[in-house]
């Protein structure tokens, strides 16, 4: 089945800095990655995704770049504001009904 | 966008007893619904796959005696976990796939058991 490693597990940076979090997937076969925000107790916000058929995507603040050849994505976050500061997840689907799997989660400080 | 209700948000119960967990899509005929598991300061890890109409297909490691689960409509989903511990404390949150390739979560169930 699938797998998907994601690094770092934890991350601090200076508001205003910018954060990178990598994500790699086992299966070439997954064509859909999304990255959702977690905040303690709550569920999980989708707050980006690309298809295996786009290299890159942006949202404001917020960028994905896919690389299907290495099989890795990653999420980029610039300006960052305390506000980002939360666990972030990557995650991969292959097609079909099938469920998301998840990678272990980033925990993002942005420091004041 | 598709709406899916999780209830009880919070439950804590004593050991030996059993909680079920409710999920209920409100704009959606979810055929298909996941459910899943988050320890403290972990990832989401899937326990089952619930197909309406149809047994569920629980993924290694996890008991289906203990782990009830029950999709009869294409609009609720049930976990029911039986004989809790307090190793079963945990947050669990369901998830099904709306429209495209978009996934929902339920709002999520945090478990205490003492």
């Known amino acids: 089945g699938e797998n998907v490693e994601q690094h770092p597990s934890t991350l601090s940076v200076q508001e205003g800095d910018s954060a990178v979090i990598k994500c790699t997937y086992s299966?070439?076969?997954?064509?859909?990655f999304p990255w959702y925000k977690q905040e303690l107790g709550k569920r999980p916000q989708l707050i980006i995704d690309i298809r295996s058929n786009v290299g890159e995507k942006k949202d404001q603040r917020i960028a994905v770049t896919l690389n299907k050849t290495a099989k890795h994505f990653s999420l980029h976050i610039t300006e960052t504001q305390p506000e980002d500061s939360a666990v972030y997840f990557c995650?991969?689907?292959?097609?079909?009904?099938?469920?998301?799997?998840f990678g272990k989660g980033t925990r993002l400080s942005v420091i004041a | 966008g598709a709406v899916v209700s999780q209830h009880p948000s919070r439950v804590i119960c004593k050991s030996g007893t059993s909680v079920k967990i409710e999920c209920r899509s409100l704009d959606f005929q979810a055929t298909t619904m996941f459910w899943y598991r988050q320890f403290p300061k972990q990832s989401l890890m899937l326990m089952a796959t619930?197909?309406?109409?149809?047994?569920?297909?629980?993924e290694q490691g996890v008991e289906k005696d203990k782990f009830l689960i029950n999709h009869a409509s294409l609009t609720l989903s049930t976990l029911t976990v039986t004989s809790a511990h307090p190793e079963d404390s945990s947050f669990y949150i369901c998830?099904?796939?709306?429209?495209?390739?978009?996934?929902?979560f339920g709002s999520g169930t945090r478990l205490t058991v003492v």
């Open positions: 299966d070439s076969a997954s064509n859909y």
């Open positions: 995650a991969a689907l292959l097609s079909g009904n099938t469920p998301l799997v």
């Open positions: 619930s197909n309406e109409g149809s047994k569920a297909t629980y």
């Open positions: 998830s099904f796939r709306g429209t495209g390739y978009g996934y929902t």
